[in-house]
């Protein structure tokens, strides 16, 4: 959240060790969204209603500037409950102390269709136009996922309605259920607890299947329902807000520049024991600003701009041809930690290959059967990142271009199989396919954030985003190269490419 100058990140810790297990809520404070200073833990296992777990919640700023928290504790009996707690004194800049309500949990998994173990993660609250709060948890009902929906007058006595915000039979428990509003064609965020303007969408995020989707549709509020725009039976075809290791994504209106920003969890993909000898596991990746693209269809998502305060020695080039089977390296940047743009421009278009859309079923399957090294008429073309000398440890990004009846499908692929020689990793090829007019605009941009075991990348203009984690031996030998490439049978012409070495932000230093 933020609050009075300050940005507040609040996480799921283990205070003992680098494996699940005795949640709290980790605290650290920012005023840029990049460096980090990290404080004592904001909400432990204290009470009756949070002792075998703090997990997680959100938080809101309620009428009169007062900022709320409420979160998933499991309970003496391992039930799911809902819990408040509130600062101790809103004139610690940090908030370092929060206060337990004695009336906690104000919400217990009673009523019909509920399941106590399968039961969590409310959202942050919104105003109805009865003038009354609303959250939504995450639930079991009747055996299919739910976004349970409750109403409050003041945000501490909560009433269950009688129909939940939204459900589904394709899955059977939401988790990290998130709900806001978007305008079409508009990067400026919109507050839930404001009135929302005529025109506005709704998004109703949800985490299941080990990643995080989403639905696009109308808060309808005489039936205080979420209606999507699109229904579709089968899950896999969900739109996704992360198509890597990328899971539990939060989002909150950042009033001091009017955006709504969205940070997810990726976590280790390496062994257990490397995390204990690491003394640490899992990460947030760049927080990003989201918004609704203007034909009101997908969520568009870019890493927040302050990351450009990390930039430094940038190299530039323009005019680059590449042709099949050409490396470009370049060079003059920290291959480690690196920021990269690159504008491809495509000279031939009607040299795509058709589209199927069984692939949109499994388009992990499809990155790993069309991968870097097979030739199409359209791509791959993008970038090899983290590469040893020998090439023999390599991660690809890229992208291949097809022609469905009547538009163009583009697949970002983010390749990790020989990403590190190291043995029991686990190292997927994921993928995400999105639609471009290139009958409009015949360029395809790429941004990719590297920072040592984090590759995130952004396929035209965040329409499709990658998260995904490496662990090459090359990283502890200091020594890595970067290149963009083209191995589709037409030309590729880069018509700009920025590179710039990342500084190393100050993240969770200790406060004194």
Request: aromatic share 10%.
């Amino acid at each position: 959240m933020y609050y009075n100058g300050i940005y507040h990140q609040f996480y799921q810790y283990n205070p003992n060790g680098s494996i699940w297990g005795n949640i709290v809520w980790g605290h650290s404070v920012s005023t840029d969204l990049i460096n980090w200073i990290r404080l004592e833990p904001a909400i432990e296992r204290t009470t009756p209603s949070d002792i075998n777990g703090c997990w997680t919640g959100s938080a809101t700023i309620l009428t009169g500037d007062q900022p709320v928290i409420i979160y998933t504790g499991a309970d003496t009996e391992k039930r799911q409950v809902q819990n408040i707690v509130l600062p101790k004194n809103l004139s610690d800049p940090y908030l370092r102390q929060w206060k337990k309500l004695k009336n906690n949990p104000l919400i217990q998994p009673v009523g019909p269709g509920l399941n106590s173990g399968q039961f969590r993660d409310p959202t942050t609250g919104w105003i109805g136009p009865d003038g009354l709060w609303r959250i939504a948890v995450g639930a079991e009902l009747n055996g299919y996922s739910a976004a349970i929906l409750y109403k409050s007058k003041d945000f501490m006595k909560w009433t269950r309605v009688d129909h939940p915000l939204h459900s589904s039979n394709a899955s059977t428990m939401w988790e990290c259920p998130d709900f806001f509003a978007v305008l079409p064609g508009k990067n400026n965020g919109l507050d839930l607890s404001a009135a929302i303007p005529n025109g506005a969408k709704h998004v109703l995020k949800i985490s299941l299947d080990y990643c995080d989707k989403y639905m696009i549709g109308v808060y309808d509020l005489k039936r205080d329902t979420f209606v999507p725009d699109t229904i579709l039976d089968d899950r896999r075809l969900w739109s996704r807000i992360d198509y890597g290791n990328y899971y539990a994504s939060k989002s909150f209106f950042d009033s001091k520049r009017g955006r709504r920003i969205i940070w997810g969890w990726t976590n280790e993909t390496d062994s257990t024991s490397d995390d204990v000898a690491k003394g640490w596991a899992g990460i947030h990746a760049i927080p990003r600003t989201v918004w609704l693209d203007s034909d009101g269809k997908q969520l568009l998502q870019w890493p927040v701009e302050e990351v450009e305060l990390l930039r430094t020695n940038a190299v530039s080039h323009q005019g680059i041809e590449l042709k099949k089977g050409d490396l470009f390296e370049i060079s003059g940047t920290d291959t480690l930690q690196a920021d990269v743009e690159i504008d491809f421009e495509l000279t031939a278009i009607d040299a795509a290959d058709p589209f199927d859309p069984s692939w949109l079923l499994d388009t992990e399957k499809h990155c790993r059967e069309a991968d870097a090294s097979v030739n199409g008429g359209l791509g791959p073309f993008g970038l090899v990142v983290l590469a040893s000398d020998n090439m023999e440890e390599h991660t690809t990004v890229h992208l291949r271009v097809y022609k469905s009846e009547q538009k163009y499908m583009v697949l970002l692929c983010s390749d990790l199989r020989r990403s590190s020689l190291r043995p029991g990793l686990y190292t997927p090829a994921y993928g995400g396919f999105f639609e471009h007019d290139l009958d409009k605009e015949k360029k395809i941009s790429l941004r990719t954030l590297i920072d040592r075991s984090a590759v995130e990348s952004f396929g035209a203009g965040g329409r499709v985003c990658i998260t995904g984690r490496v662990y090459p031996v090359a990283l502890v030998d200091g020594g890595t190269h970067m290149y963009a490439f083209n191995n589709g049978s037409s030309t590729v012409k880069v018509s700009q490419l920025k590179a710039w070495s990342m500084r190393r932000a100050h993240v969770n230093v200790k406060m004194g």
